[in-house]
């Protein structure tokens, strides 16, 4: 039962366009969404965060969206860099306490091509 | 200077093996993590510790035993290995903020033959 789901595996976008990255939740109890990247070796990286009473927040390139109602948000990357290349996870999460633990979705690769 | 640290980085060892993980936190942080990425990519919790108190203990295999010595220190201990316990490994920590940013260790690439 996965409730976080990314159903891209893979994107590839031209450098300087635009990359955006989609996931779909299913529980409603979710109120904290995250977005994780990872290069190849390494540990995931906090990337940018909205909790459920915001429906964008940005970050200088990154901006993330949410929309409660269809439970799904995306990640948008302008403009997008061959840096960029990398997993991204998306992630949920009840907000607040001890016991909070992160949902991840499967993971999308993104392949920005110079 | 390494925020969240695992030892060692990649682990090849036998069926029926014992073996240990460490991971450390120098960020002050109160809750530490254990996940698992399995072949399928996917990274599921298995354990969380608050203030050495264990919170979080997923439906895991008993032969998996996680031990927090103190505040900074989680370590996963994994008993008679099995072929697929062959994952990668990451340790994560989580402050005290209004925020769930958890930190991730670079991550244990575990290789069961």
């Known amino acids: 039962d996965q409730q976080v789901k990314q159903n891209s595996p893979s994107l590839s976008v031209q450098e300087g366009r635009i990359s955006i990255l989609n996931c779909d939740y299913t529980n409603s109890m979710f109120d904290y969404f995250l977005w994780y990247k990872k290069y190849p070796a390494e540990g995931p990286t906090f990337l940018i965060s909205?909790?459920?009473?915001?429906d964008k927040n940005e970050d200088g390139r990154f901006t993330v969206f949410l929309n409660k109602s269809a439970k799904h948000l995306s990640l948008h990357i302008v403009p997008s860099q061959p840096g960029d290349s990398a997993v991204y996870f998306c992630?949920?999460?009840?907000?607040?306490?001890?016991?909070?633990?992160?949902?991840f979705g499967t993971g999308t690769l993104l392949a920005v091509q110079p | 200077d390494t925020a969240v640290s695992q030892t060692p980085k990649y682990l090849v060892t036998q069926m029926g093996n014992d073996k240990s993980i460490k991971c450390e936190q120098n960020?002050?942080?109160?809750?530490m993590y254990w996940y698992k990425q399995d072949s399928k990519k996917f990274l599921k919790i298995m354990f969380s510790?608050?203030?050495?108190?264990?919170?979080i203990n997923e439906t895991v295999p008993n032969r998996f035993s996680p031990k927090s010595p103190d505040k900074a220190h989680l370590n996963l201990h994994i008993n008679s290995l099995e072929l697929g316990d062959s994952a990668v490994y990451f340790c994560?920590?989580?402050?005290?903020?209004?925020?769930?940013?958890?930190?991730f260790g670079p991550g244990t690439r575990l290789t069961v033959l």
């Open positions: 510790y608050n203030n050495k108190e264990l919170i």
């Open positions: 960020l002050g942080h109160d809750t």
């Open positions: 909205i909790s459920s009473i915001k």
């Open positions: 994560a920590s989580r402050g005290r903020t209004s925020t769930d940013t958890q930190y």
């Open positions: 992630a949920a999460s009840v907000y607040g306490g001890a016991t909070n633990k992160l949902i």
